[in-house]
């Protein structure tokens, strides 16, 4: 079933939206699941993967990190429990143990104006409250991080001053949308090329078309209050603005012609009227959902890669003690 949110329902993003700026069409990189789309975040490629699964050992080597390197000035990732990127395996998370912090750092690192270049914060995926947003674990915790996360950024305003915030999602989970994404037949947006970063698939698919549009509110004192952004964005263009400002870029040919971001920050001067945004869990309706009995999407994943490596199934505060201890053993 489908729960529709009218304006008011989603205070925390709907607020951001109305007062910074929201790309009209900004589209998945391919037509499917989470972790296609995932892996297109962080490489401009799948590596050939059409479907949910632990995937990520297609990439490794190929993600924008692997790019950046071990340098701590250009990039860290923020977690909560265990992040999805863990299914690049372990080798590859002690490899960069030194760019990975729990999210409780984020704030001393704001307030100590220590982030890196690029920040890419993982939400909450197997131990309860969940925060990514995923259908069956509801909006609410997902709004609380979103609230969170800004509100640090604007109480340092000499780095609120240099960020530009993202808020997307992967994929639109399944919903109808008149917009015909481009390399579909019948778009009206046909005179955009879809660059094919690879080879097709096993089952045959080409990579040669995007997929629906998703949410995406750009956060920044340097855009206008209500501002649209219709230039054509996917996944993809995360890469090239991060190559733009790093010097830094991954092989995909789809990353390297992506648009950037940077000609959304459109202002002379920076605002000045950033304000605080009060999280109510009592805004919401089914804020908090009960462990269903067969977890699946991402979480699922997780575990599927925990039972390749280790047999049986664990308890997810076993894997997370696990992935802190890939960071810590050196």
């Known amino acids: 079933y489908a729960t529709c949110y009218a304006d008011g329902s989603l205070p925390i993003?709907?607020?951001?939206?109305k007062e910074y700026g929201v790309c009209t069409r900004w589209f998945s990189a391919f037509p499917g699941s989470t972790t296609p789309n995932r892996m297109f975040t962080h490489a401009g490629t799948s590596g050939g993967a059409t479907s949910q699964g632990a995937y990520y050992s297609r990439i490794r080597g190929e993600m924008i990190f692997d790019a950046l390197g071990d340098r701590r000035d250009l990039w860290r990732v923020y977690y909560h429990d265990i992040p999805h990127l863990w299914l690049t395996g372990d080798a590859w998370v002690k490899a960069f143990s030194a760019q990975q912090r729990r999210i409780g750092h984020f704030a001393r690192d704001v307030r100590n104006d220590e982030l890196p270049v690029y920040t890419f914060i993982e939400p909450r995926h197997v131990i309860p409250p969940w925060n990514s947003q995923h259908p069956f674990m509801g909006v609410s915790h997902g709004e609380q991080l979103i609230a969170r996360v800004y509100n640090e950024l604007i109480a340092n305003p000499r780095v609120f001053e240099k960020t530009l915030l993202l808020i997307v999602y992967d994929e639109h989970g399944g919903f109808y949308d008149h917009v015909?994404?481009?390399?579909?037949?019948?778009s009206e947006l046909a005179d955009h090329r879809v660059i094919v970063p690879s080879g097709p698939s096993a089952e045959g698919f080409e990579f040669d078309r995007l997929g629906p549009r998703v949410p995406a509110v750009l956060v920044s004192p340097w855009i206008e209050r209500g501002t649209r952004f219709?230039?054509?964005?996917?996944h993809t263009s995360i890469l090239s603005t991060v190559a733009s400002m790093t010097g830094c870029a991954v092989r995909s040919p789809r990353a390297r012609a992506a648009?950037?971001?940077?000609?959304?920050?459109s202002r002379a001067t920076p605002r000045r009227d950033a304000s605080r945004l009060t999280y109510r869990s009592g805004d919401y309706l089914n804020s908090h959902h009960a462990i269903p009995t067969d977890i699946g999407g991402v979480a699922g994943e997780i575990q599927e890669h925990w039972q390749?490596?280790?047999?049986?199934?664990?308890?997810?505060?076993r894997m997370a003690a696990h992935y802190e201890s890939l960071l810590t053993s050196g």
Do not use: M, R
């Open 230 to 234: 219709e230039a054509i964005y996917d």
């Open 308 to 317: 390749s490596l280790y047999g049986e199934p664990e308890l997810p505060e």
């Open 180 to 186: 015909v994404p481009p390399g579909h037949p019948g």
């Open 13 to 17: 993003l709907q607020t951001l939206a």
């Open 259 to 265: 648009f950037t971001l940077e000609s959304t920050l």
